[in-house]
């Protein structure tokens, strides 16, 4: 395979993280504002005279979200002539640069008409697709040199469907955390795992008591769901490194992700915290979405050994 293809594979999908987390440092420093009202240009300036770390901040952030639509741009296109023959490519090629659009146009939205926080909180959900999509893709180029098990595995109709709906349920949760984030109730309950620890039956109050507690409760179905689909996968397919590296990895993630959001609390909402937790659930997501796509190759390889048998 083309290294340079690989090198730039690589290099978007770490870009696009940068996005993502970047992203997330914007609406938790309060600086969407940064460069005013003003987009592209900042303060109505190609080069703003008058510095501030908000506008740092937000000019960084749009400065690497520019660098990521060339990168993709470059990558999906490249990927579509190099490996198009594979059947993914060309879906995730797509999906990748639209999903950036998308993501890019809601960002310009809210800073030039400003959006209401439960509009806003689909601005990660959207950055995450992408971020899923770019490294889905390059996943695909290193497949090519066939370094990992990934291309003739057959996994069960039940597993399959429970991957599929565990994916959807953490885009649900991914929602309720930017949501939290966005409607600024990181601190609207201050003990953890209850809003309140010495009156754990009593219900949320306020309404950001009500958007903190929905996301902790999603958190932690979704953490138990995804702790026994993992025992699970590592159980019936302990011979397939592809998949019991996929479903550790998920266990790492996901009691990371927890951990991360009780010292939000504990940290009263420190910077590096709050990005790192942005960040596993990012991951985690990339990883989910592996098992997805791992998940429609099985369904044909399982169709295509009927015809065969």
């Known amino acids: 395979m083309n290294k340079g293809l690989k090198i730039l594979s690589v290099a978007s999908s770490i870009v696009m993280l940068f996005v993502l ?46 660098l ?15 490996i198009g023959h594979i059947r993914e490519t060309k879906f995730l090629a797509f999906l990748s640069v639209f ?3 998308v993501q890019a146009l809601l960002g310009a939205g809210a800073v030039i008409w400003g959006q209401d926080p439960v509009i806003m909180a689909l601005h990660f959900g959207v950055s995450l ?12 180029i290193f497949e090519v040199d066939k370094k990992f098990d990934a291309d003739a595995l057959i996994i069960d109709k039940n597993l399959r469907s429970q991957i599929y709906a565990i994916s959807i349920y953490c ?22 795992p ?32 995804l702790i026994l689909l993992s025992i699970r996968i590592i159980k019936q397919y302990l011979t397939k490194r592809v998949l019991v590296w996929s479903a550790i990895s998920a266990i790492i993630l996901i009691i ?16 590096f915290v709050t990005l790192a937790h942005a960040t596993f659930i990012t991951v985690l997501f990339c990883v989910l979405s592996y098992l997805v796509l791992l998940s429609t190759r099985s369904k044909k390889n399982e169709i295509k050994n009927r015809k065969i048998a």
């Open 21 to 66: 987390i970047g992203g997330a440092l914007v609406t938790k420093t309060g600086s969407g504002m940064g460069c005013g009202r003003s987009w592209p240009l900042c303060n109505g300036k190609f080069l703003p005279t008058e510095i501030s770390v908000e506008l740092i901040i937000e000019l960084s952030h749009r400065l690497v979200s520019g």
């Open 68 to 82: 990521s639509v060339i990168l993709v741009t470059s990558l999906a296109i490249w990927s579509w002539k190099k």
């Open 99 to 101: 999903f950036l659009i």
């Open 129 to 140: 697709v992408s971020v899923a999509s770019v490294f889905l893709l390059t996943l695909l």
């Open 171 to 192: 885009y649900v949760v991914v929602y309720t955390g930017a949501l939290v984030r966005h409607e600024k109730a990181h601190l609207a309950c201050l003990d953890f």
């Open 194 to 225: 209850f809003c309140n620890n010495q009156a754990i039956f009593s219900l949320p109050g306020t309404r950001y008591e009500w958007v903190q507690m929905g996301h902790r409760f999603a958190a932690l179905m979704f953490f138990a769901w």
């Open 256 to 271: 990371l992700q927890p951990l991360s959001g009780a010292l939000i609390i504990y940290t009263r909402v420190n910077l």
